[in-house]
Structure formats: C-alpha cells, structure tokens
C-alpha cells in the first residue's frame, strides 16, 4: 500500500520525518534523508554511515544483520573464517588474529567468479549439451529404418526356406529385436543424462541470475560453483549396428547356415577434448570406458528389459481352431502337463513316473522316467531343448540331458512344485516349506538361487499356502505369472517381483468358481491360463485385463504351452489328450 503522503503526483519525503522532500542517501542504512535530518543521522557514530546527494546513490549491496551483534551490518569480511562479520565480532577472541578485509572487496571478487560461471555455462557449456541432445534424437531417429532393413533380411531369407527352418527365423527375429531394444535403451539413457544435466544447467544458470541480481552478500558468500562437475561432458554413446549376413540353404548344418547377426556393441567414449577454464590444469586423456551395457550378443543372454520384445501384432481369432490332436496314452484324468519341445513335438507327464515325448500323430518318440520312480512334479523344456522336471518327495529339480539325468538342485525345507524356462534360460521354480505353512516362487541360474519371490510391499504372503497346483509361467514382458488355484486368482509380478496385479475371474455366469490351474504366455504377451472346472481357457493381456475365453469342446483343461508359432497346447485331464490350437 502507498504512503498516504507519497502517490505517485506527490514529491517523495523524507524516510526519517516525514515532512521534507528528500535530497540525500545514507548508502549503508539505505535510508532516503532532507538535509535537516542528516546531521541528526551522524550522530551515530555506531556505524560507518556514507551520505551521498540522492542523485548520485547508487545500487548498494545489501549489508546482511549480524546475527551475533543485535543492530549491527556485517561490513567486513573474516577471510579465515570464510564468513561476514561486523566492527565488534573483530575484536572477540573468535576472529582476534584472524585477516579481515573489507567486504566490498569480497564481493567484488565473489561477483566476479560468478560472472565467470554464468558466462561460461552460457556461452559454452550449456550449447554442448543441446548439440549432443541434439545428436543422440537424430539416431533415434534412423534406428527405426535400420533395424526394419534387418528384419526385412530375415523375412526374405524365410521365404526361401522350409517350414522346419521356422523356429530358427523366429529366433534371429528375437536377437533383432533384443538388440534393437538395448540400442533404444542405451540412447534413452543417455538422452535422459543429458536432459537432466541440461535442467540442472537451467535452474543452475537462473539461480545465478537471481544471485547476481539481488546482490546480497548472504547469498554471494554461500554460492558454491558446480562449473567443474559440467566441465566434462557425459559420454556419448557409440553403437555399431549388427548386420545380417545370408547364407546359402544346407539343409544339413540349418541354424549354422541360416546366417548370424553381428554383435551389437553398444559402447560409451569420452569426446576429443573436455571443456576446461582458463585456471584447469592440463591433464592425461581419459581411455574410454565401457558402459555396464557394453556387451555383444548372442552368445550372452542378459535378462531383458520389459520392453525387450518385438513382435508382430497378431490380432485373436473369432473362432479358435483346433488343428490336431495327440492322444498320450495316460489314463482318464491323469494327464497334467504338457511342454513344447517344438510345434510338432511335446512333453507330457501324468500321474506315474513316465514323462513322453509324443508328435502330432500321437507317434511316442521318447519316454523318460524318473530316476526315483516318484511321480514328477512338472516339467519344462529350456531354450537348448533339455527336459527339467520337479521331485517332490527328493527335493529336487532335475534336467535330462541326452536321455541321462541330472539333479540340478535339491532343497533344503522346501519342495519344489511347478517349474517354466525363462527368456533368459533360467529356472523359475513354485516351492512349499516342509510344514505346509509357506509358499514362494524362487529363480535360479543353473544351480544357484538368484531371487526369491514370497510377500509384498506389506510383508503379506503372495500366494496361498496350501498344497494345491500353482503352474508358472514368465511373460513376454518379463511378469512372473502363477495361477494360484487354492486362492483363485492368477498372480502376477513384475521382474523384480513387485505386486502387478491379481485376475480373479471374469464375471460372466460360470458353472463353477474360477479355478486356474496351468498357465502360459504368448509373443503379444496375452496370459492364458486353464480354467478346467468351466472347461475353457481365459486369455488376458499383459495388464490382466480379459479378453475372450477359448472353448474348442475341451474337457478338463489343465496343463498348457504354446509353441515359437503361437500355437497352444491343451492337456485335457478328463480325455488324457492333447489339443493343439491355434487362436491368433
């Protein structure tokens, strides 16, 4: 609110009485005084007072209080201390002896240093930045073209061969994908490094502005440079594309001769020279460093990002088909399981010790049975091919390898249930505790024990604990999925086994409750899972969400898979046969 005696049509007055205009500045109290006033203003002689014509006033810095001398400006400046100080904190025992100097000075100095700062963050540092932002949008943008050349390579190489090559094809595909994924992912990386330098440039570049405008000396004092730290700019990110080498058709040698994809190397460089002050001292180049993302792949087989997959949309079928039938040879109600080898070959295990290996035409190409006679658990086919089954009553998991087996883990306090074969070949594994009482969901690579998946963010159990079929399955998007039939629901969890989401059923008017008991994923990520009570399979998508259910006349359907074509395999209980089906 204005002065009542000071609108702006009124000549402005004196501060200290109000009643004559003024003529005069006190630069150290920063006071507007008339001539009669500024005698009486003298007078105390407390202070260093500096009366100038109002004319000639001029922008002052702001004298901050002395906090421990009440009424008192800190004027001078304890270089020792490295703080503001006034004429009486001089001459206590704290500062005695101590250089002091005027703080004018500081501030001039300060000033500068800061002006320096502004210029270069300005001027060199922060237009660096734009131009690598810049830089890194410009490859993404061509990443889309180069990535669809190589995927149309393998397209016309596919063409030309034969519907046995078509698990190969799909695979080259998937390393296209994955490397394409990891190329995106190092340069969202790095775009995001130097988005968030770039803020920090900004708020940094504004807060000097603020400081260098307000000129106080508090402020001033108390900055600290960040020029250092944003001298050196952040790595660029260096990738050599993979490319596709064909190769002509050997039938003999197929997944050697189909061709191979270069290794993506996705690698970080220092640039040529780092932007140094005038005051840096020269120092010796700095050898490039390899980002924890610098590795080259196949052979490596690094978990993957929930991005990780590319595939082509594949829209559901109105009607789901049922192409083939296998009869297994189990008894009525003894089939449980089923696991593809490949689309014309799966693995089915029952209520004995004999595990089959069964084609389309019901053919029995192979039969393993369990080294202790127990009925198997599960079973799963790992990406080589192998077959690794449960042991319930030894504690172990097992892998048959050229028909010899193998005991890969045995327990200790647990036994293991349901098993599936991740993305990145390792072991999903359900397990319960010795005393019925817990129930966990653990990963191995090989042998050891790499996470364990028990409760959520409120120390709750995730899954029930009592001894009924818990199937898991690991989604496209690297979700672990385990249909849950005591609790009925299918519970899923992200990667690092963080609570997603629980499906429960779909509220159409069932026969039964909703049972689910096996469970399996698709390339579009859809989560399928056997509610074999209401005979039909649910299909969700990869947030839970339902979207149709599968009937194809099935009776009891229980263990499922789906093959590298999206083709899923039904093991019905009631009719102990497998149905292959294909609904995409």
Not at 47 to 62: A, D, E, G, I, L
Not at 273 to 292: D, F, G, N, R, W
Not at 359 to 370: A, E
Request: net charge negative; with cysteine; glycine share 4%.
């Amino acid at each position: 609110m204005l002065h009542p005696r000071r609108s702006a049509q009124d000549v402005l007055l004196c501060d200290s009485c109000e009643t004559f205009p003024l003529q005069c500045h006190c630069e150290l109290c920063q006071i507007n005084l008339c001539t009669n006033c500024v005698g009486k203003h003298l007078l105390d002689s407390s202070k260093r007072h500096n009366v100038v014509p109002f004319k000639q006033k001029k922008s002052t810095p702001n004298y901050p209080e002395c906090p421990t001398h009440a009424d008192k400006h800190c004027e001078l400046y304890c270089e020792d201390c490295d703080v503001p100080v006034c004429i009486n904190c001089v001459t206590t025992d704290k500062h005695r002896g101590h250089k002091i100097s005027d703080i004018l000075e500081k501030l001039g100095s300060k000033t500068q240093g800061l002006q320096n700062d502004l210029e270069e963050l300005e001027t060199r540092v922060y237009p660096r930045y734009e131009e690598m932002a810049s830089d890194v949008q410009t490859e993404k943008a061509n990443l889309e073209t180069n990535y669809e050349q190589l995927t149309t390579a393998a397209d016309q190489q596919e063409e030309i061969w034969h519907r046995e090559i078509t698990a190969i094809v799909n695979q080259v595909k998937s390393d296209i994908a994955e490397m394409k994924t990891k190329h995106m992912a190092a340069l969202d990386k790095n775009t995001d490094e130097i988005t968030h330098s770039i803020t920090e440039l900004k708020q940094i570049i504004l807060n000097l502005k603020a400081i260098l405008e307000s000129n106080d000396i508090s402020l001033i004092s108390t900055y600290k440079s960040r020029n250092n730290e944003f001298r050196r700019l952040p790595p660029k990110v260096r990738v050599t594309l993979p490319s596709f080498s064909p190769q002509k058709i050997n039938t003999d040698q197929l997944r050697e001769m189909f061709g191979s994809l270069s290794p993506l190397s996705i690698n970080t460089e220092e640039h040529d020279y780092t932007m140094k002050s005038p005051e840096a001292v020269l120092s010796p180049p700095v050898k490039p460093m390899k980002s924890p993302e610098a590795v080259s792949s196949p052979p490596v087989k690094p978990m993957k990002s929930p991005e990780a997959v590319s595939s082509p949309v594949k829209p559901l079928l109105d009607d789901p088909r049922l192409t083939a039938t296998i009869d297994t040879g189990y008894g009525e109600h003894e089939l449980r399981s089923v696991s593809c080898l490949n689309e014309d070959q799966v693995w089915t295990r029952g209520e004995n010790e004999t595990m089959k290996l069964l084609n389309l035409q019901s053919k029995l190409l192979t039969s393993i049975q369990t080294e202790s006679g127990n009925v198997p658990g599960d079973i799963a086919v790992t990406r080589d091919g192998d077959l690794v089954y449960t042991d319930y009553i030894k504690h172990t998991v097992n892998i048959v390898k050229n028909k010899q087996i193998q005991t890969l883990i045995t327990l200790q306090g647990w036994r293991p249930l349901f098993v599936c074969s991740t993305a990145s070949d390792d072991l999903l594994v359900t397990m319960i505790s010795d005393d019925h009482t817990q129930y966990k969901v653990v990963r191995y690579s090989g042998s050891t024990e790499t996470q364990s998946i028990q409760f959520d963010d409120q120390g709750r159990p995730l899954y029930s604990s009592d001894y009924y079929d818990k199937y898991i399955s690991e989604n496209r998007n690297l979700d672990i999925c385990v249909a849950d039939t005591s609790a009925k629901a299918v519970v899923v969890v992200n990667q690092s086994g963080k609570l997603r989401f629980r499906y429960t059923g779909h509220p159409s008017n069932t026969e039964q409750s909703f049972k689910p008991v096996g469970i399996t994923t698709d390339s579009q990520s859809h989560i399928l899972t056997a509610d074999w009570g209401n005979h039909r399979i649910h299909i969700l998508d990869q947030d839970g969400q339902f979207l149709r259910y599968i009937h194809c006349d099935l009776r009891g359907p229980y263990g499922l898979c789906v093959d590298i074509r999206d083709n899923l395999f039904v093991a019905e209980r009631y009719t102990a046969k497998v149905k292959k089906i294909q609904y995409l």
